[in-house]
């Protein structure tokens, strides 16, 4: 399963994650730290997301892959079937959840509704699902109250998410494409790419050519996020992953491009 988290700012969307991989046991507890996926010291301290950071959770026999949607809108809605919509039951809907949760319904994705922070006296849930109900036009069974910071009915997030989100659809014989719903630069790698496999599969050491900007690359490693990175023989249809290359800018791959498994020698291996 592919999916997102949708949320304001500090309504718990961080938190919700850190309880999912504890619960699945992404990561050992005594590994665990506050907003595990907020990377940079800014996203700590002032609780907002900036970074994208995938991750691979198992649980029942699945793969959750969950992409930590920063607040801007971006390609990550595009990589998934699902999003967990999740609102403060202290503060209701916000403008910005709003346009976020429209973009995903034009993306014809699976919405789950979360109530958050159940566990605080100023909580109303009553008025705050009334508010999800008009706006998704779901039932009132439909809406998970929980409490991201205790922990209380997260698994039943984890549930709805198996039950409720499709598997995603693609031709494993279908030659090979992914979706590059973000990239940086790595000091010591190169150009780290962050895909979605659409079609096909995409080995360690292949030859792979963007299709909109047309630059060549080898594939050094590809592998998933659990958050660090964990290294894999292929990635293939339907996962979402890395891929480290030897491109020298992003510039040559960028957001919403299209990796295809290319021929010939990559143009970052020419001699000049």
Known sequence: RNFCIIAHIDHGKSTLADRM????????????????????????????TIKLSPVRMRYRGYDLNLIDTPGHVDCSLEACEGAVLVVDATQGIQ??????VYLAMEANLTIIPVLNKIDLPASDTAKVSAQLISLLGCEETDIIKVSAKTGQNVDRVLEAIIKRIPAPQGDKAAPTRALIFDSYYDDYRGVVLYVRLVDGQLAKGASIRMMATGAKALALEVGHLAPGM????????????????????????RVGDTVTVGSGEPDSAKVK
């Open 230 to 253: 964990m290294a894999d023989s292929a990635l293939t249809t339907g996962q979402i992953g890395y891929i480290v290359t030897n491109l020298k800018t992003t510039r040559e791959a």
């Open 95 to 100: 403008a910005q959840t709003l346009t976020n």
């Open 21 to 48: 991989m504890e619960l699945t046991g992404t990561v050992e507890k005594r590994a665990m730290k506050q907003q595990l996926l907020d990377s940079m010291e800014l996203e700590r301290e002032k609780g907002i």
